[in-house]
């Protein structure tokens, strides 16, 4: 029996027990990124990503050129899909932080009652304003390349105060906890993205996915088309190059290895279709994101 439940992936982030914060300040052509949850608060920034699809918890909100969003809670899943986003010029900055980072003496003092509020508020999501976004846009666009990491702290405590002052930002989930089906609201399409999010390591033949939903193989095709817009292949392809930038993005394992545990079956497959998909090789990939990152 196949279990239906949307699967989650828990994120174990670069962030370690002596930073204050990690940030990555990224150019990207789409969003491949799997819908996830992870420990740490996060503040995520997106630019000329008109058209894109952000769910937290159980919102869904297609989003403008720009948008910004706190996250605080640990069981919150979130996603930025493509949807219908054309943009080849997306930029992404995620700053992730503990909540370790204001101790209780500290986040108590009343200097700081509308961060507090504000990062208490967030563990539903919370989505600011265009007006909140310019207010802050100078710090947070430039806070990458800040040489000076003490002055870099004090930057993202500005970013934060100011955005703790918005008097419009808007509540996503309606719970922390909340728990968002992924992209359809269609049980047969939502039951095979589910198997192949959870055995895209293992060959699946397209057979084997019709006979799960007690469908014809060419009809279940059309039907996955039609409901999602991809066919199936290139959505298993989409789940399993996913999982491939994250491994290099996220360990120091051997391209070799992120091949086998992405689900494909050889390394030239596999660094032929990244390059194909990605416009670099695993390799280019993983040099360039870690050029462009920085831990503070």
Same mark, same amino acid.
């Given at each position: =029996?196949?279990? &239906? #439940?949307?699967?989650? =992936?828990? $994120?174990?982030?670069?962030?370690?027990?002596?930073? %204050?914060?990690?940030?990555?300040?990224?150019?990207?052509? *789409?969003? #491949?990124?799997?819908?996830?949850?992870?420990?740490?608060?996060?503040? +995520?920034?997106?630019?000329?990503?008109?058209?894109?699809?952000?769910?937290?918890?159980?919102?869904?909100?297609?989003?403008?050129?720009?948008?910004?969003?706190?996250?605080?809670?640990?069981?919150?899943?979130?996603?930025?899909?493509?949807?219908? %986003? #054309?943009?080849?010029?997306?930029?992404?900055?995620?700053?992730?932080?503990?909540?370790?980072?204001?101790?209780?003496?500290?986040?108590?003092?009343?200097?700081?009652?509308?961060?507090?509020?504000? !990062?208490?508020?967030?563990?539903?999501?919370?989505?600011?304003?265009?007006?909140?976004?310019?207010?802050?846009?100078?710090?947070?666009?430039? !806070?990458?390349?800040?040489?000076?990491?003490?002055?870099?702290?004090?930057?993202?405590?500005?970013?934060?105060? $100011?955005?703790?002052?918005?008097?419009?930002?808007?509540?996503? &989930?309606?719970?922390?906890?909340?728990?968002?089906?992924? *992209?359809?609201?269609?049980?047969?399409?939502?039951?095979?993205?589910?198997?192949?999010?959870?055995?895209?390591?293992? $060959?699946?033949?397209?057979?084997?996915?019709?006979? =799960?939903?007690?469908?014809?193989?060419?009809?279940?095709?059309?039907?996955?088309?039609?409901?999602?817009?991809?066919?199936? =292949?290139?959505?298993?392809?989409?789940?399993? !190059?996913?999982?491939? #930038?994250?491994? !290099?993005?996220?360990?120091?394992?051997?391209?070799?290895?992120? @091949?086998?545990?992405?689900?494909?079956?050889?390394? &030239? +497959?596999?660094?032929?279709?990244?390059?194909?998909?990605?416009? @670099?090789?695993?390799? *280019?990939?993983? *040099?360039?994101?870690?050029?462009?990152?920085?831990?503070?």
């Amino acid at each position: =029996m196949i279990d &239906s #439940t949307p699967q989650i =992936m828990h $994120e174990i982030t670069p962030l370690s027990e002596r930073d %204050c914060f990690y940030i990555a300040d990224r150019k990207k052509t *789409e969003f #491949t990124y799997p819908i996830h949850s992870h420990s740490e608060f996060e503040l +995520n920034f997106t630019e000329h990503a008109s058209g894109a699809k952000r769910i937290v918890g159980d919102s869904s909100e297609v989003i403008g050129d720009y948008d910004l969003v706190l996250i605080t809670s640990k069981d919150l899943e979130h996603v930025w899909e493509q949807n219908n %986003c #054309t943009s080849k010029d997306i930029r992404e900055i995620t700053i992730q932080f503990s909540s370790d980072l204001f101790f209780k003496s500290f986040v108590n003092k009343n200097q700081f009652t509308s961060i507090r509020k504000m !990062l208490d508020a967030a563990q539903k999501g919370i989505a600011f304003s265009m007006s909140s976004i310019m207010t802050v846009y100078p710090l947070l666009t430039t !806070l990458a390349t800040e040489q000076q990491g003490f002055y870099a702290v004090i930057k993202f405590l500005t970013i934060l105060y $100011e955005l703790s002052l918005s008097t419009d930002m808007r509540i996503l &989930s309606s719970s922390p906890f909340a728990k968002n089906g992924v *992209e359809s609201d269609n049980w047969r399409v939502q039951k095979v993205q589910d198997y192949i999010n959870v055995h895209y390591t293992e $060959e699946i033949r397209l057979n084997q996915l019709a006979d =799960m939903v007690g469908m014809a193989s060419v009809s279940l095709s059309r039907f996955f088309k039609i409901r999602t817009g991809k066919n199936l =292949m290139d959505y298993i392809l989409d789940v399993r !190059l996913g999982y491939a #930038t994250k491994l !290099l993005v996220d360990s120091t394992q051997s391209i070799a290895d992120i @091949c086998r545990e992405s689900g494909f079956n050889n390394v &030239s +497959n596999f660094n032929r279709l990244f390059k194909k998909y990605k416009q @670099c090789s695993p390799k *280019e990939f993983r *040099e360039n994101y870690r050029k462009q990152k920085i831990v503070i």
